[in-house]
Every structure is written in structure tokens, then in C-alpha cells.
């Protein structure tokens, strides 16, 4: 079976799917790596790897055919703006790939804010949630747009399966050679991408939510048109469903990571954070709570490990602990043989928590805000609490701090069960057979 693998380069799904070729080998891969610029070793059976930026600005269609771009995009903005015209934007989305299939991009340089103008009154005549546009809205979204939509110009290697490793390019790129060629997708989701979008702060609100109606547009059809989609936990598979995937053909699969091995927790009492800091790591709420475990177990310190992505909102953070009297229990590091009798986790994302998982696959207790896929992460391995109370949060890592038999027994627990779980990326050996035989 030959495997075309769509992936985005420095996210999580991309370190994933070399772990997945890893354990695959008896496919042929053809690896795309969307705004790659380095190389990896990677085994024999990877026939081809190809690095590209479908960000960058390409080569514009012809005068002839932009006539038919502006249509395309008036379809897919009527398509996306209301919620009863969702094969517009199917039929929109799938003339821009035509005409991006020669590696043009589809709409650069096309005039289309007076068309997304027009969608948008129209929308509005029967839907009230759909805002109104100043011209200058138009041109910002419309641009936005235009540079979501340059992977369209992407080919796919040509393969027997197309594996999209993520919604948003990839998907795209999936969508565009299951036109084409009629090749057939998977789409596997580790995080809901359209998710990530409702999250993320955006532009002034009308721009904000006519990108917001696009991506809701694009995962629905993504959902329809997969042969298979693979959630990586049932959370997620519940966000996918709510979108309209077919629930016979979403399967949960965790993502399968490497064991890193058992090691004999620390004998000092200390917690241990560990992710990138920024605003998504909920860290004050940690702080919080941590002021409150210090005053209930003398000597206990608290690690926070990882990069910093957000200057200001650490400088935040380092200055709550300040006020709060921790700065000689409360240590900031990047170090990653950082080591805690208990992991804590408190992001507000809802993709896989790498470090929480590789924490109880070490043999780690957690405690774990109740927020995404934390919980089914967690199951008996540890402790899950409601986010945003540090009280809460106080008294769980309190309990496993001072009750060493329970701690070492849910770290055991935690240890033997994340494994389990874990031990599924020879899964989709069985998947692009399955999909071969349709």
C-alpha cells in the first residue's frame, strides 16, 4: 500500500507521524511536510519526502480564469455563511481546487471582497448571526482567505491512500487530491483544529467569525468526505460527531507513544508542571493552588518546566509567585530531566498532553484539570478536578503528596494503563489495508 502522509511541520502531529512510520513498515510512505525546511533520518520504506510552504505566495491564474475563481468563491461564501447552503461551499471549495491543480493559487489577485460582501448580505437576510461587513472587513477576511486557502495548490504524492495527520493544510491538501484522483483519505485529528480556532483570539469580531463559519464549513466537509476519521480520544470524537461525522466511521485510536520507561520517583516532595508557558498553561491557578499545598506540607517545592512562549504573561506569572511568598519553593526551568513525585497538569487545550502522558507512563501520579481529554488521559492513574479552582487543585496534589501508599499505587496504576493504551500505532497497518480492499 502505498501512503501519501500529510503533516505540518513543528507540531505534535508531525513528530507523531515519524513515529508512525517507525511502527508501520509494511507500507510504502511518500512523506509531505508543510512548512518544513529541515530532514529527518528516516527509514527505507519512506520512498520520498517532500518539504514545501503552501504559505508562500505562488504563481496567480490567468486573467480567463479568474471570472471562474470569483464564482468558486462566491459559492463557497454563501456556503460557509449559512448553514443550509453547505454543498455551495462543497461545489465552491472543489472549483478552487480545479483551478489551483496546476499549482496556481486559486485567489491570488482575484477581486473577491465585493463577493464576500454580497454573501454576507444575503446570509443576514436569513440568519441574524451573521455580521455585517464594512468594506474594509471584507478586504482583511477575504485576504485571510485567500492565504488559508494557498494549499489547495499543494499536490499530494500520488499514493493509494492520502493520511491526513491534522485538519486545517493537510486537510485541504486530502480534500483536493480525493477530487483529482478519487484517492481516498483518513484523517486523523490528536487535537479539533476547528476547536483551536473558536479559542484563539482573532481579528475584530465580524473578520473573527466569518473565519470561524469557513473552518466550521471546511470541518464538516472534511468529516463527510474521510473514509475514515480517528479521534484520539472520545472527546474528541464527540466534537467531531457534533460536526457532522458519520459515527460509523469515527474510530479513537490514542496517538501510541514511546515508553520512556519506569523510574523510581524522587525522594524530595515536589510537584511537577511541565509544558510550554503561555497563556494556555492556566499557570496562576497552579500558583494558586501550590500557596495553598505549601502551607499543608512544609518543604514541598513546585517545578515549572518548559519553554517559554509568552515573555509577558511568564513575567506574570513569576511576579504572582513573588506576591504570594514562593519564590524560594517555586522554581522556573527548561530542563527535561526535570523530575516531580506527582505531575500536574492544567492546560486549557484539548489536544493530547504529550508530557502528561510520558509523566504516567514514568510511573507518575497525576493530578489534572478537567479540561479537553484530560480525564480519559488520567482515568485511575491519578486525580481529575474542575479547572479554574485552586482549591480543588490544592487538595488533590495535597492527597498524593501525603498519602505515599496511595500515591505509589496510582503511579503504578497510571504506569500499567497509559501503556495499554498507548500500544496502537501498529493499528493502522490495519486501516490502510482496510481502506485498500474498499
Known amino acids: 500500500m502505498r501512503v501519501a502522509l500529510v503533516t505540518e511541520a ?17 507500507h510504502t510512505f511518500h512523506l509531505l511536510r508543510l512548512e518544513a525546511r529541515d530532514t529527518h533520518p528516516l527509514p527505507a520504506h519512506v520512498a520520498s519526502v517532500r518539504n514545501v510552504r503552501p504559505g508562500s505566495r505562488g504563481p496567480s491564474l490567468p486573467r480567463a480564469d479568474r471570472p471562474a475563481a470569483v464564482t468558486a468563491a462566491m459559492l463557497l461564501f454563501r456556503g460557509m455563511l449559512s448553514d443550509s447552503s453547505h454543498r455551495q461551499f462543497a461545489d465552491g471549495l472543489h472549483r478552487l481546487a480545479v483551478l489551483a491543480r496546476d499549482g496556481r493559487q486559486p485567489l491570488h489577485g482575484v477581486p473577491i471582497a465585493g463577493a464576500l460582501l454580497d454573501a454576507a448580505r444575503a446570509a443576514r437576510g436569513v440568519d441574524s448571526t451573521v455580521p455585517r461587513l464594512t468594506l474594509r472587513q471584507a478586504r482583511h477576511a477575504s485576504g485571510l482567505l485567500e492565504r488559508v486557502l494557498r ?11 492520502t493520511h491526513a495527520a491534522a485538519s486545517g493544510p ?9 477530487w483529482h484522483t478519487g484517492t481516498p483519505y483518513l484523517l486523523t485529528e490528536h487535537d479539533i483544529h476547528l ?12 473578520v473573527r467569525t466569518v473565519l470561524l463559519r469557513f473552518h466550521r464549513a471546511l470541518a464538516r466537509l472534511g468529516y463527510e468526505s474521510a473514509a475514515l476519521v480517528i479521534a484520539a480520544a472520545r472527546f474528541h470524537r464527540r466534537w467531531q460527531l457534533r460536526h457532522g461525522a458519520d459515527p460509523e466511521r469515527v474510530l479513537v485510536v490514542p496517538p501510541g507513544l514511546d515508553d520512556p520507561g519506569h523510574t523510581p520517583e524522587p525522594a524530595a516532595q515536589v510537584l511537577l508542571w511541565r509544558g510550554s508557558i503561555g497563556p494556555d498553561a492556566e499557570l496562576p491557578c497552579l500558583i494558586s493552588a501550590f500557596s495553598l499545598v505549601r502551607a499543608r506540607v512544609p518543604g514541598v517545592r513546585l517545578l ?29 526551568v527548561d530542563d527535561p530531566q526535570a523530575d516531580g513525585q506527582v505531575a500536574v497538569a492544567t492546560d486549557l487545550t484539548d489536544g493530547v498532553a504529550y508530557t502528561l502522558v510520558k509523566a504516567l507512563m514514568t510511573g507518575r501520579p497525576a493530578v489534572a484539570t478537567d479540561v479537553g481529554a484530560a480525564a480519559e488521559t488520567v482515568g485511575d492513574g491519578g486525580l481529575v478536578v474542575p479547572p479554574g479552582e485552586p482549591g480543588a487543585l490544592a487538595d488533590a496534589c495535597t492527597l498524593l503528596l501525603t498519602d505515599h501508599a496511595l500515591r505509589r499505587r496510582t503511579g503504578a496504576t497510571a504506569r500499567r494503563r497509559t501503556l495499554a493504551r498507548h500500544a496502537t500505532l501498529p493499528a493502522y497497518d490495519h486501516l490502510y489495508r482496510d481502506l485498500g480492499y474498499r
Open 151 to 161: 494549499p489547495l495548490a499543494v499536490p499530494a504524492p500520488d499514493a493509494d491512500v
Open 304 to 332: 515549572v518546566d518548559g519553554p517559554v512562549t509568552d515573555p509577558s504573561y511568564a513575567r506574570h506569572c513569576r511576579d504572582l509567585a513573588h506576591r504570594l511568598g514562593l519564590d524560594d519553593a517555586l522554581r522556573f
Open 10 to 26: 513543528g507540531t505534535p502531529a508531525d513528530a507523531w507521524a515519524r513515529r508512525l512510520i517507525g511502527a508501520v513498515t509494511g
Open 195 to 206: 476547536r483551536r480556532r473558536y479559542l484563539a483570539p482573532g481579528d475584530d469580531e465580524p
Open 170 to 178: 493537510p486537510l485541504l491538501i486530502a480534500l483536493a487530491a480525493r
